[in-house]
């Protein structure tokens, strides 16, 4: 597991950290001194394809007031990515095990995109385990492909400077925030062994997982969604089936794309705070 490169670009009061769950190593990012007994955990969950580095630019404001965990998702960033099925049954089952091996007994989560999808899939399966969730554009409604989701398949199937470059500019409103470090960190990492199996397999898995739309309903804990009003991966349209959520608020950010985290930080983090607390 080389971690060489994506290290130097975690700030110093992260920690990373690796726990072992029976056949599986996962990596995953902290505080320096994590207690599992605390009352304010938040767990964060990247996209597809993505690693725990995506969270980097807010994970500073949301520690002062929060225990941060942010795992490389299984099959992603620098944990193991196995030959198996990645259903959302799986992911889910991943994400009740990593809990479990943590000690944590619950949580608030905000899961990004896939990570949304996660999310919302893992709190209708264990609501106790969850204070609240924010969503931020979350995967699940969506059943047919963008020119920009395109673009991102292609570049982890053909990692290329040119291809990965483009993929991420076409993420964000303002293409030129994109650092070259994360587009070298996508292309070292899809290239590692089975990553480019881990990514298409979890996409056949969203593809054949039941619609979200008409099950939300089940969900009880107060939840944010917050979408970025440019967004060309995930359209604010479908934002529209999470209405079902009884206690549903929805924030859209203006000047963003699908990183809202990364593209306006500050803000984000001010309205994730103002939710959570």
Known sequence: MNQEHVISIVRQDISTNLVHMDEYTIRYLSGNDFNPDSARILVLLHGIGASAERWAPVFPRLSEKFEVIIPDIIGFGYSDKPTVEYTMDF??????????ALYIKQASFIG?????FLATEFTMKFPSQVN????????????????????YIMAAL??????????FSHMTYNSEIVPESTIRDFI??????????AFM????????????????????????????EHDQMIPFQYSAAYGDIPSCTTKVMKGCGH???IENPEDFTKIVLDFLQ
């Open 91 to 100: 992911f889910v089952e991943f994400l009740d095990r990593f809990m479990k």
């Open 112 to 116: 990004w995109s896939f990570g949304g």
């Open 132 to 151: 609240k969730l924010v969503l931020v554009s979350p995967a699940g409604t969506m059943r047919t492909s963008t020119q920009t989701l395109d673009e």
């Open 158 to 167: 053909y990692p290329t400077y040119e291809n990965v470059a483009k993929a």
């Open 188 to 197: 070292n990492r899809m290239r590692l062994p089975n990553a480019k199996y």
């Open 201 to 228: 397999s979890t996409l056949l898995g969203i593809r054949d997982s039941p619609n979200l739309a008409g099950r939300l309903s089940k969900i009880k804990v107060p939840t944010l969604c917050i979408w970025g």
């Open 259 to 261: 990183t809202p985290p």
